[in-house]
């Protein structure tokens, strides 16, 4: 780990030294990409020379022991420092486990409705609004990219963009199957129902991160449907992208734009098929090493909404939260703090092992 720590300080200290060449400073891209850099590495080098001294602190405290005067004074001083070092070495560790490199990314969010007939796509709905409030919270800005609503005010399907700093680190533990258990406003005998509903987050991937030959693309466009007045009826405005060799197929009709529209829809495709890839390597790594948390399989149901019992359930941290409508509201920090310490700890242990 030593090793490690000094290594990368060393690049550190170049990357110190080479953001300040003005030679550097006149190529903003490099120069850009090198400030990314430093800033990723700055807080492991703070803190491994906080190690560094609080060593240099136990060796001089135990010569200061030598004289007698100082004894009593060095000793406290050495026990203490010694003290300290357990826990630095702890957030060490921590800090060296690789950054997910889209953690800072925005995202795109599609949630589905799965079992359960016109209760599933209430449920997204609920699902829909819990993101959109968290989002608000965050001071983080919703664009809904394409919506297929039902006439009970419920989402079939509803995609959408959440643009703020760190949008992806918090929330890709959400993708999967989200299980509600509730007695239904269209039930009149008041049996509780099981629906469910899939999440999926994506991270929004640039041009230069995932090629896409023009010519796998089949487009389409079409009238959109929906709220909008009466400029849906008139312009084929909505746009459906055709990926020809993977078969996905992207649609976005929110805007008035056939040009935005298909703009969205391409950042869309993009994310798609960068996942797809993301997905494949990931099954690799979990093939090698069964992850806890893991970034959500679609078909793996990973939480349960039980309205009755005023209790949210994550099955795969085995944490339950009771209540419900603080929950839905947009109160998801706790639950996302914990996914997210249980996912550092089973990466730490796979770095370990």
Known sequence: ??????????????????????????????????????????????????????????????????????????????????????????????????????????????????????????????????????????????????????????????????????????????????????????????????????????PVVEDVEIEINPADIKMEVFRASGAGGQHVNKTSSAVRLIHEPTGIVVECQTERSQLQNREYAMKMLRSRLYNMEKEKQDSEIANARKSQVGSGDRSEKIRTYNYPQGRITDHRIGMSIFQMENFLNGDLDEMIDNLIAADRAERLKGEEE
Not at 25 to 47: C, F, G, T
Not at 68 to 85: R, S, T, V
Not at 161 to 189: C, N, W
């Open 1 to 202: 780990m030593f090793d490690k720590l000094e290594a990368v300080e060393k690049r550190y200290e170049e990357l110190t030294k080479l953001i300040s060449d003005p030679e550097i400073i006149a190529n903003q891209a490099e120069w850009q990409k090198l400030i990314k850099e430093h800033s990723s590495i700055e807080e492991v080098v703070q803190k491994y020379r906080e190690y560094k001294k609080q060593k240099q602190r136990m060796e001089e405290a135990k010569e200061m022991m030598e004289d007698k005067e100082l004894k009593e004074l060095a000793e406290a001083d050495y026990y203490e420092a010694k003290e300290n070092l357990p826990h630095i070495e702890e957030e060490l560790k921590t800090l060296l486990i690789p950054k997910d490199p889209n953690d800072e990314k925005n995202i795109i969010c599609e949630i589905r409705a799965g079992a359960g007939g016109e209760e599933a796509a209430l449920f997204a709905g609920t699902l829909f609004r819990m993101y959109s409030m968290y989002a608000e919270r965050k001071h983080w800005k919703i664009e809904i990219l394409n919506e297929n609503e039902t006439e009970l005010g419920g989402y079939k399907e509803i995609s959408f963009m959440i643009v703020g700093k760190g949008a992806y680190s918090r929330l890709k533990f959400e993708s999967g199957v989200h299980r509600v258990q509730r007695v239904p406003d269209t039930e009149s005998s008041g049996r509780i129902h099981t629906s469910t509903a899939t999440v999926a987050v994506l």
